[in-house]
């Protein structure tokens, strides 16, 4: 994929910025770089002197950033890792806190659009669907590998698909005679799993079972829950943390952990008196997340499902 292609429309852009409030010279943490949507309107939000450390697991999205060095200098750092090492990479770095950090959550279009990639059922490719290519566990390897029963779980809790247990005995059965390798293989065995007048309303009937191996091949729900869990510590003063999500399962983990931070008291509800010490570190700023306008719903069909959610450090 060439530089003009690696092209990804933000989503809600402007009001995950202005809700960090950057300023000149300020440090900021764009967790998700992407095709830099976040990172370069940060920079530009914070010249002449701000910072932003951009980290990315997809080697491809670090290699795209690299043009831009002309442009912003050393003022863009780039860390090919997971955002689950945000704390160690900052020390690594001599930082302790930053002024503000963002999360654009899920997969980018460069990353759909290139079907060898294996994240789309539109296209006939091998099943990798491994956003760091340094990790062993593909798509094909988890399909192999899992036990009926967690293959059931897997879809179930990951794509809430109603048709799990049905499609985890199509995988086994269909395994015992050859692996599952391709996207296109995996795509005939859902249809021939879900029966046809439940094919014929809904989204794509594979859409549910991609977005299950995805999660689970990349660990995208572990990954986010240790972000979370390090978010106030990497903050200084009242910088804030702002989190885009784009379904149900990544959202609650965002509300559920940052209300946990906001309160000072994690005791069970009937404890006569708190013994659990814990002491809020941060405030939650969106009650209800902000969701794209009109205007962005109508431009960017990915834009339908985005949630972001803010909070600010105590
Ligand atoms: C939705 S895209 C970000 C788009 C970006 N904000 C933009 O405007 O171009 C998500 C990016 O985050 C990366 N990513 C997802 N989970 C990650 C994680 N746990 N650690 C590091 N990068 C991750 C993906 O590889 C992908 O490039």
């Known amino acids: 994929m060439n530089e003009s292609e690696f092209v990804h429309q933000p989503v809600l852009l402007r009001q995950a910025v202005e809700a960090l409030r950057p300023q000149n010279g300020g440090v900021y943490v764009d967790g998700t770089l992407g095709a830099g ?8 939000a914070s010249k002449p002197a701000g910072r ?3 980290f990315d697991q997809d080697r491809h999205a670090i290699a795209n950033a690299e043009r831009w060095r002309k442009e912003y200098g050393d003022r863009l750092l780039l860390i090919h890792d997971n955002f689950r090492t945000v704390q160690t990479r900052l020390a690594a770095m001599g930082i302790k806190t930053v002024d ?6 899920g997969v980018s279009s460069p990353q759909l659009d290139e079907a060898e990639r294996g994240f789309s059922y539109n296209n006939d490719a091998l099943l990798d669907m491994r956003m760091d290519h340094r990790q062993d566990r593909s798509a094909a390897t988890l399909l192999g590998s899992l036990s009926e029963r967690e ?8 794509g809430e698909e109603k048709w799990a247990s049905r499609i985890a005995s199509f995988i086994v059965s269909e395994r015992a005679n050859r692996a599952i390798t391709t996207t296109g ?3 005939d065995l859902i249809k021939a799993a879900v029966p046809a007048a439940a094919r014929r309303t809904g989204p794509h009937p594979a859409k549910r079972v991609f977005q299950a191996l995805r999660i689970a091949v990349n660990d995208e729900l572990g990954a986010l829950e240790e972000l979370l869990e390090q978010i106030p510590a990497c903050l200084r ?3 804030r ?3 885009i999500t784009f379904h149900s399962l990544e959202d609650r983990l965002v509300k559920q952990r940052f209300a946990l931070h906001a309160r000072d008291c994690v005791c069970p509800p009937k404890a006569p008196r708190c013994t659990c010490g814990h002491r809020a570190t941060m405030r939650v700023i969106t009650r209800k997340p902000i969701l794209p306008d009109e205007r962005e719903l109508a431009d960017n069909a990915r834009a339908r ?9 105590l």
């Open 185 to 187: 293989q995996l795509v």
């Open 241 to 243: 943390a702002a989190v």
């Open 151 to 158: 293959l059931t779980v897997m879809l179930r809790q990951y």
């Open 37 to 44: 949507g976040h990172t370069r309107a940060l920079l530009d």
């Open 100 to 105: 503000g950090m963002v999360f654009d959550l």
């Open 305 to 313: 499902s985005a949630k972001l959610r803010v909070a600010e450090r």
């Open 237 to 239: 003063g009242s910088a």
């Open 52 to 54: 932003v450390i951009a």
